[in-house]
């Protein structure tokens, strides 16, 4: 589904509220109730009925009485419209543009800062091909799990696991994007994040797959490979695995900006794990396998 964010125009601070209340309520419930969203939301019932139907109508919540009662998710349109007007707010972006990007697991948007600077926006969106898939590529997965166990998630709720995986694997991507470009890595630069969404600096160039061979010289191709085969043994000796270090994950620049050299960006930092992982050795052989075999 295409986002659409004109929506937030029309918004006012009630359907946040409601909005916010839904999401706290998932925490427990499948599906939430309606007193219980009136109740978080601190509103009257009457007037919160009136904002369930226009979210409802903006699609923005779904609504669900197969559990003998009246009962609401939020739903992903939902989601982005909460963490967008989030990060409006907190005047991380002024605008969103066109996607730029579509994985199996993020979408990926241009966005204006208030400044007028162009940046990067990347929703997360775990759950969305398949949950098995989720579990065989993301190790918080299963501690995730374990700890919803604990604390008393229900097997019902697991229904709405893409809203908290969402935001750890973007939390994670947050966090070693930060880490990285702090010391001097080739990231973009970390901006902000919220919930699902990772805010960060708009990289010039194209990702390596889409760089045509009759377009760049012996010495560029050569050039590229050593800087990402550096960056895998530089990730190794800070003890990180990136695991999907491939052509799609590197972007090159190759304009010559008084760059004699082609500039190589390292993106897509949800799935990296620690040389300590049991499968450490094996995911690195297979990213540096992944580079040689694509040049
Ligand atoms: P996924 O996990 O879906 O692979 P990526 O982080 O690799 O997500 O982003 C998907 C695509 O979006 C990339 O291949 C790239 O084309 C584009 N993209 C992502 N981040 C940026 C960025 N900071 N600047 C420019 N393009 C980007
Ligand atoms: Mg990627």
Redesign the pocket.
């Known amino acids: 589904m295409k986002l659409d964010p004109t929506v937030l125009r029309t918004m006012v601070p009630q359907d946040f509220q409601v909005l916010e209340a839904i999401e706290k309520g998932m925490a427990k419930h499948a599906l939430v109730p309606s007193p219980l969203i009136a109740s978080l939301a601190n509103l009257r019932h009457g007037g919160t009925n009136k904002i369930l139907s226009s979210l409802l109508r903006d699609k923005l919540l779904s609504h669900d009485q197969s559990c003998g009662y009246d009962g609401y998710r939020i739903t992903t349109a939902g989601y982005d419209i909460l963490t967008l007007h989030n990060l409006k707010t907190r005047k991380m972006i002024a605008a969103i543009g066109d996607r ?9 948007y241009l966005a204006v800062r208030p400044n007028g600077e162009q940046v ?1 926006l ?1 929703f ?1 969106r775990l759950g969305r091909t398949s949950f098995r898939n989720v579990k065989k590529t993301r190790d918080y997965f299963v501690a995730t799990h374990q700890k919803g166990r604990n604390t008393g998630e229900t097997k019902q709720n697991q229904g709405n696991s893409w809203l908290f995986l969402s935001r750890k694997s973007a939390l994670k ?1 947050y966090a070693f994007m930060k880490a990285l470009y702090s010391v001097d890595y080739p990231t ?1 630069v970390p901006i902000g994040h919220n919930r699902h969404i990772v805010v ?8 390596l797959y889409q760089v045509i061979r009759t377009t760049i010289s012996a010495e560029q191709a050569s050039s590229i490979f050593h800087q990402a085969s550096d960056l895998a043994l530089r990730l190794a000796k800070h003890g990180l695995v990136h695991c ?1 270090l491939n052509e ?2 590197l ?1 090159v620049d190759l304009s010559e900006n008084g760059e004699p050299r082609p500039v190589v ?1 390292l ?4 799935q990296m794990v620690s040389t300590l992982h049991p499968n450490a050795c094996e995911l690195y052989e297979r990213d540096t396998n992944c580079l040689l075999k694509f040049f």
């Open positions: 730029i990007g579509t994985g199996k697991e993020s979408d990926v990067v990347k997360h991507e973009p960060m600096s708009l990289i010039r160039g194209v990702p999907d799609f994950n972007i960006t993106i897509d930092f949800p």
